[in-house]
């Protein structure tokens, strides 16, 4: 899902792909705006992939040739990567941890002394063990 916020007009473009979790979030967003930034003056329109109007594709530039998908139909997500946080001598180590073949990250691998970063490329999290 995106947003096009044209003024007093926002569309939220719904591809056939999209969830409904993206949906409600960009919905939430676009009340969000229209509340914030528009006096809740602003239309929200909801457009699915296919029922786009002329006024919707002039607002972009015109009607594309095609739609690319966003995400490949082979796309498979990169291996998460864990960190765990050092102090080295006056900066920060940041040694990746490596887990055995075919072993699941769990909290007994973590050390309760130590701050770990797992990088997951579209969201990263922190871990601070209890006596970090």
Request: proline share 5%; hydrophobic share 40%; glycine share 8%.
């Amino acid at each position: 899902s995106f947003l096009l916020d044209a003024g007093l007009r926002i569309f939220i473009w719904a591809g056939h792909r999209s969830t409904l979790n993206t949906r409600t979030k960009a919905r939430l967003m676009a009340e969000k705006i229209n509340k914030n930034e528009r006096k809740n003056e602003a239309e929200i329109s909801v457009i699915r992939q296919g029922q786009e109007t002329k006024a919707y594709w002039e607002l972009l530039g015109g009607l594309p040739d095609e739609i690319m998908p966003h995400v490949p139909d082979d796309f498979s997500p990169p291996k998460p990567r864990l960190y765990q946080v050092c102090l080295g001598m006056g900066y920060l180590e940041l040694p990746q941890v490596e887990l055995g073949a075919g072993q699941r990250l769990r909290k007994v691998v973590l050390n309760t002394r130590n701050v770990y970063i797992l990088d997951c490329y579209s969201d990263v999290f922190v871990w601070l063990g209890r006596k970090s």
